[in-house]
T-cell receptor, first 111, second 114 residues
């Protein structure tokens, strides 16, 4: 059974710092991995999708990597801003085409 | 191209009642999935519909049921509501084509059961 874990559960950093969020999964048989952002009480915004054959994806200040063999992904945020404060969720599409989610990392960027 | 929409935005129901949540898929998408997200947790997969047929189900009891219509819009029905059903319900649509499985999410329906 696929399980997705995100560490840390919460993170608070000063504005301007670079930071890394971690995601691990137990079964390497995935179609893709996605990183999402969720603002309080709101729906989900897709940030980056990495297909299983890819190693990384970049969008602006965000860079996501995927190491399928070790069951790990990282989301790197450069030059953090207060507007980056949100909960970040990772999810994998498993062999049954279902999204399996981590519990998220709550990120606070202090001005 | 319109995105995924859900209605209603918020809903308050009493324990034991029934509720229907609605989702309109992104144009051209043939698959819809429903998720339940309890406060402080990641979403949990409820079920998925592909071309009007259930195409996978998570660990949810039968009182959670769904429909997908010919225009690929969808409903989630929950009978005999329990307090623990209070959550954000998310709908996502996708187009199953080759290896692409990217899902696009609606804003969610916040259900409160009292």
């Amino acid at each position: 059974k696929q399980e997705v874990t995100q560490i840390p559960a919460a993170l608070s950093v000063p504005e301007g710092e670079n930071l890394v969020l971690n995601c691990s999964f137990t079964d390497s048989a995935i179609y893709n991995l996605q990183w999402f952002r969720q603002d309080p009480g709101k729906g989900l915004t897709s940030l980056l999708l990495i297909q299983s054959s890819q190693r990384e994806q970049t969008s602006g200040r965000l860079n996501a990597s995927l190491d399928k063999s070790s069951g790990r992904s990282t989301l790197y945020i450069a030059a953090s801003q207060p507007g980056d404060s949100a909960t970040y969720l990772c999810a994998v599409t498993d062999s049954n085409y279902q999204l399996i989610w981590g519990a998220g990392t709550k990120l606070i960027i202090k001005p | 191209e319109t995105g995924v929409t859900q209605s209603p935005t918020h809903l308050i129901k009493t324990r034991g009642q029934q509720v229907t949540l609605r989702c309109s898929s992104q144009s051209g998408h043939n698959t819809v999935s429903w998720y339940q997200q309890a406060l402080g947790q990641g979403p949990q997969f409820i079920f998925q519909y592909y071309r009007e047929e259930e195409n996978g189900r998570g660990n949810f009891p039968p009182r959670f049921s769904g429909l997908q219509f010919p225009n690929y819009s969808s409903e989630l029905n929950v009978n005999a509501l329990e307090l623990d059903d209070s959550a954000l319900y998310l709908c996502a649509s996708s187009l199953i084509r080759g290896q692409s499985r990217e899902q696009y999410f609606g804003p969610g329906t916040r259900l409160t059961v009292t």
